[in-house]
C-alpha cells in the first residue's frame, strides 16, 4: 500500500531542489565569467599595462563595486574576528593563487597551465573525504573523472608544449593555493553575508598589490585609455561578480561540488578562443566539452527517494540555507 502524499516534505524537497539548481546555476556563471579573463587582462597587456598594475586595479575596482552593494544592502557590521579572516583570505590566498598563476604562464603557456590549475577539484574533494565532509558515492567520482578528464582533452588538444619543472611546480602550487582558498572561504561563518565576504576578500587582494606596487617602485600611469577599461572590466564582470557569484553557489551545493563545476571554466575558455581566433575543435576536443558539461549534469541530478534525507548538496555540515 503506497503512502500518502506529505505536502509538507514535498515542498520541503522541491525548496531543496531548487536551492541545488539555483547553486548550480550561480558556479556556471562564475566559470563563464572568470573564464574571459584572459582576453580582458590580453586587452590591458596590449595598452601597455603590466601585471602588477593590472591586478591592483581588478582588485580595486572589484573591491569598490562589492563595499557599494554591501552599502546598498546594509547587511550589518561583520564581527571583526570574520572581518580579519575575509582580508586575510584575500591578501594572502586569493593574492598568491593569482600570483602564482601569472608566473607560471610564461612556462607553461594558457593551456597546459589552466589544465595543471584545474587539478584543485581533486584536492578539494580528497581533503573533504579525509575530514568526512564528503561521501565518496559512485555518481559524484564519475563526475569529478569525468570533469577531469574533459578539462584535460580539450586543452592539451588545442596546443603543444613542454613541462617545465618550474612552471609545473608554479601551476601545481596555484592549484593547491586555490584548494585552499576554497576550503577556508566555505568554512567561515555562514553568519558572514557572501556578497560582504567577496569585498573583504577583493579589498585584502588589492591591499596586497598595493604593497607589492609600492615595493617596485609605484605603478606605472604610462597606460593608454583602453588599458583602464580593460581592467576595468576584468574588475567588475571576472572579479566582482564570478567571485560572489562563486562564493554563493558554494555556500548552496558545497565546495565540492563547486569545484568540479568550475571546471566549465577552462572549457568555456577555449570556445571562446576558437570563436575569437577560428580555431578548430577536433573530435577528441568538443568529446571533453561534453564530459564537462556531463559532470555538472551529474551533480545536479539527485535520486528523488533520497533528497529529503540529505542537505541541498549532498555534503556532510554544510547548510543549505541563505546565500549572499
Known amino acids: 500500500m503506497c503512502a500518502a502524499p506529505n505536502p509538507q516534505t514535498d515542498r520541503v524537497t522541491v525548496q531543496r531542489r531548487s536551492r541545488q539548481t539555483y547553486g548550480i546555476a550561480l558556479c556556471l556563471a562564475s566559470a563563464l565569467s572568470f573564464s574571459a579573463l584572459p582576453f580582458l587582462a590580453n586587452g590591458a597587456y596590449r595598452a601597455g599595462m603590466g601585471l602588477t598594475e593590472l591586478l591592483l586595479v581588478r582588485f580595486l575596482v572589484a573591491a569598490a563595486a562589492l563595499w557599494v552593494i554591501v552599502a546598498l544592502r546594509r547587511t550589518g557590521r561583520p564581527p571583526l574576528r570574520l572581518v580579519a579572516i575575509g582580508l586575510a583570505l584575500g591578501a594572502v590566498g586569493y593574492a598568491t593563487q593569482s600570483a602564482l598563476y601569472f608566473a607560471a604562464l610564461p612556462y607553461n603557456g594558457p593551456s597546459l597551465n589552466t589544465l595543471l590549475l584545474y587539478t584543485f577539484p581533486v584536492v578539494v574533494f580528497v581533503v573533504l573525504l579525509a575530514r568526512g565532509k564528503e561521501r565518496a558515492t559512485r555518481t559524484r567520482l564519475i563526475a569529478l573523472a569525468l570533469a577531469l578528464a574533459g578539462v584535460a582533452v580539450v586543452l592539451l588538444g588545442t596546443g603543444s608544449g613542454t613541462l617545465h619543472p ?33 569585498a573583504l576578500v577583493c579589498t585584502g587582494a588589492a591591499a596586497t598589490y598595493i604593497l607589492v606596487s609600492i615595493a617596485s617602485g609605484g605603478p606605472s600611469l604610462d597606460v593608454r ?6 581592467a576595468g572590466v576584468l574588475g567588475l564582470v571576472a572579479t566582482a561578480f564570478a567571485l560572489s557569484a562563486f562564493f554563493a553557489g558554494m555556500r548552496l551545493v558545497g565546495p565540492a561540488s563547486a569545484s568540479i563545476i568550475s571546471c566549465v571554466e577552462p572549457v568555456a575558455t577555449v570556445l571562446i578562443g576558437v570563436s575569437l581566433f577560428s580555431d578548430r575543435l577536433g573530435p577528441l576536443q568538443l568529446l571533453g566539452a561534453v564530459a564537462v558539461v556531463t559532470a555538472v549534469v551529474l551533480l545536479q541530478w539527485r535520486p528523488p527517494t533520497r533528497v529529503a534525507q540529505i542537505g541541498g548538496h549532498g555534503s556532510a555540515g554544510h547548510s543549505p540555507e541563505g546565500s549572499g
Open 166 to 198: 618550474v612552471g609545473v611546480a608554479l601551476g601545481l602550487g596555484t592549484a593547491l593555493a586555490y584548494a585552499a582558498y576554497i576550503l577556508i572561504g566555505d568554512s567561515v561563518d555562514a553568519a558572514l553575508d557572501r556578497i560582504t565576504l567577496s
Open 225 to 230: 585609455p583602453a588599458g583602464w577599461w580593460w
